[in-house]
């Protein structure tokens, strides 16, 4: 598959994340919206390490990584502890305002 | 101790030991102690003077240098004294003077509550510490440090009794106009850095600032030697009370007396005329500095000697003679007499300490007062007092064989051979400073009593430390001009040209002496002594019977007043100056400064007012300018950098 294919989804799911985060009001979408994000952004970590590794086996480059590819796990590790971290917020905020709305809770700003 | 003169450190030594003693210790020290710290400090400075003097009258002269002081790049001022004629004949007249005014200091001041006592015997000796860097100083620098030195223990003496406002503005007034002065001599050291980079007088391996000007290398221009000069004259102006930085020097007489003898009469003052002419090799190559040093000298000498007719407070009218003389002094310098100058430097410090002294005796006998028309007939109660004034009176109108008459006569004779006006103008001086001086004496000696009767009953003479000085000075008074008979009257008998011969050597081999004649001279002297003698006898006769005792009129209201000058200064530069400040205080500080800094203030505030709208706490909106921000950054890198 080429690479455009890649980069034209990766696009794609971003932008989906992007207008999700802003448009959406409820804390646990916009949460998956940012996770849609980040995956999004894995992807192209992915395919692009493929991509270099491919062309170096082919003789057409020098060095071949796989740097990309552990990036891909060190963003999903942090990526878990960051959603644990946000979903204990969420909990603690409906149990205090019954509600996950994250407009609701604007009161910083006085 | 292979040479004396290696020795010279001690002299300003001394006098700094007694300022720190009797500065440190004022409160411990009795006033016994502190009188006699004070003056034997000066008294050892005097001791090691008269050695160095000897020392240097047999042939031994130069330079001890005690460390290096500043070392910049191509620049290096050492800390060093030059001992050669010239200074050693100052470090006698200083110390010798100065010894015997600490001396009457101590019975004048014995009033003074023992702290403030001391504090003034501390600023006494400070002062001679400075005067002693000042004459000893090897090169301009260190002179410039005694210069300042000495500024500043005028200005604490003269404020002395500083809770008396009026004083204090006497002192501001002194200390102000020498700053105005001193910046000039400062420009003129910077100036000779820049041309010469060197600032010592002369070295052993002809490198000095005098040196290289004597051997004409070329680096100084004559404009250059001109500016250097007139702004070290500009100095002198100030430190030397010359018009028209004079105003300060008669206010200067709200300290004690013995300091206006000491230090507005005797040494401070001629500062200016030391430098001049220790630089005289500066002044020689400049012609149109000298004719400026001269005009301006005999402008001082005629301008003090007429406001001194008429003055009726007798400290202000031997302030207003010793201006009259320093004019004198800066004449000789002006026409190339430097030894005459010098000369005259030295017959002056003696008999006007004298007088200063024996009118600090008056005032003294007559509790504080100092008006001369509340005196009169002093004569019978101060017989000692009475004498020495009426010596150093004598010596100071210039009648032989006093000392006054053959400093004076030098000056004259050699103004005359550059330019007869000058002579005329300054024998015109001479008369009118044989008159005002015997106004002075007859009217406070002479005639009847015409205080109170409360003053009568304590009228005295002065105790014995306060008259036995007043002695010694007046035998000096009479003797002191016998090192400097003229050729024409004693071939041979100018033993101080001879003395100070090498100082001014390069200076006289530039110079074609324009010798007068024998018959011209006698008839010179003669006019002049004939002048003044009329004039005392004037004088005498007309204030012993009927003193001036009412305010004056008409021209003599005008000289009363000090030519109004001090309004005319207040006219021109104290009023414009106050209202500049009042301007800048009311105007520039609080309408526009203020109102800038309290613009920035109030613009900030209310800025942020308006951006903080912005912060609406909806998460959704602050995600959108993140987004659009990051886009926009984005775009810049995308289309921008290309």
Known sequence: MNIEHYIVLSVALFCIGIVGVLTRRNAII??????????????????????????AEAGKAATAGIDGQLFVFFIMVVAAAEVSVGLAIIVMMYRNVHSVDVNFLNRLKH | MKNIIDLAWLVPLFPLIGFLVNGLFRRQLTKPLTAIVGSGAVLASFVVSVLIFFAVK??????VTLFPFINVGELSVPFAFQIDQLSSLFLLIITGVGFLIHVYSAAYMNSEEPPHYARYFSYLNLFVFAMLLLVMGANF????????????????LIGYWFRNTEYNNAARKAFIMNRIGDVAFLLAIFWMIYKLGTVTFTTADQKGVLDLVAQATGQLTTADITGITLLLFIGATGKSAQIPLYTWLPDAMAGPTPVSALIHAATMVTAGIYM??????????????????????????????TIALKQNDIKKVL?????SQLGYMFLGLGVGAFTGAVFHVMTHAFFKALLFLGAGSVIHAMHHEQDIRRMGGLKRYLPVTHITFLLACIAIAGIPPFSGFFSKDEILAAAYARNPVYYWLGAAT?????FYMFRLYATTFLGSFRGTEDQRHHLHESPAL???PLVLLAVLSVAGGWVGIPEVLMPDAHALEKFLAPIFAESAARTTPHAIDHQTEYLLMSITVVGAAIAIFVAAARYRKNPELHEATGFGKILANKWYVDELYNFIIVRPLNWLSRFLANFIERDVIDWLVNGMGKAVQYTSRQVRLLQSGQV????????????????????VKK
């Open chain 1, 30 to 55: 916009i949460f998956m919206c940012i996770e849609l994000m980040l995956n999004a952004a894995n992807l192209l970590l992915v395919a692009f390490s493929k991509m270099h590794y491919a062309a």
């Open chain 2, 58 to 63: 047999n042939g031994q002269t130069g330079t």
């Open chain 2, 141 to 156: 620098v260190i002179l410039f440090i005694g210069w300042e030195g000495v500024g500043l223990c005028s200005y604490l």
């Open chain 2, 276 to 305: 001049i002419a220790r630089s005289n090799i500066l002044y020689t190559l400049a012609p149109v500095t000298q004719g400026i040093v001269a005009a301006i000298g005999l402008a001082t000498a005629i301008l003090a000697a």
């Open chain 2, 319 to 323: 302030a207003y003679s010793t201006v």
């Open chain 2, 430 to 434: 001479a008369l009118l400073t044989a």
């Open chain 2, 466 to 468: 306060m008259t036995i």
């Open chain 2, 620 to 639: 959704g909106s602050y995600v959108l300018l993140m987004v659009l921000s990051i886009l926009i950054l984005v775009a810049v890198q995308f289309f």
